[in-house]
Nanobody, 118 residues
Framework: QVQLVESGGGLVQAGGSLRLSCAAS????????MAWFRQAPGKEREFVGV????????NVAPSVKGRFTISRDNAKNTMYLQMNSLKPEDTAVYYC???????????WGQGTQVTVSS
């Protein structure tokens, strides 16, 4: 069974930084695109960023451009989200996901809470 586990969330002050990790187990995802989403209380799930299978190509949402960076280490089956200059509106549960063969985000982690105080 495929499992994705996020870690690294916590409480930080506005302007601070956090680094989230998403570790894959049960199957190798080294050839699969992966992405980060987030969901704030009472709001819809929001796309944050994506990284291709090799880690060379990345894209992030306009709301986090210039502040967040996505990377991956295929030798460790781990994807990362480096978050700098955090804002209170970044407060959310952050989820990692992996692309399935049908072209949809198929595999999901349990989420990790990020809280940014003003």
């Amino acid at each position: 069974q495929v499992q994705l586990v996020e870690s690294g969330g916590g409480l930080v002050q506005a302007g601070g930084s956090l680094r989230l990790s998403c570790a894959a187990s049960g199957r190798t995802f080294s050839t699969t695109s992966m992405a980060w989403f987030r969901q704030a209380p009472g709001k819809e799930r929001e796309f944050v960023g994506v990284v291709n299978w090799s880690g060379v190509n990345t894209n992030v949402a306009p709301s986090v451009k210039g502040r967040f960076t996505i990377s991956r280490d295929n030798a460790k089956n781990t994807m990362y989200l480096q978050m700098n200059s955090l804002k209170p509106e970044d407060t959310a549960v952050y989820y990692c996901t992996a692309l399935g063969s049908n072209g949809d985000w198929t595999y999901w982690g349990q989420g990790t809470q990020v809280t940014v105080s003003s």
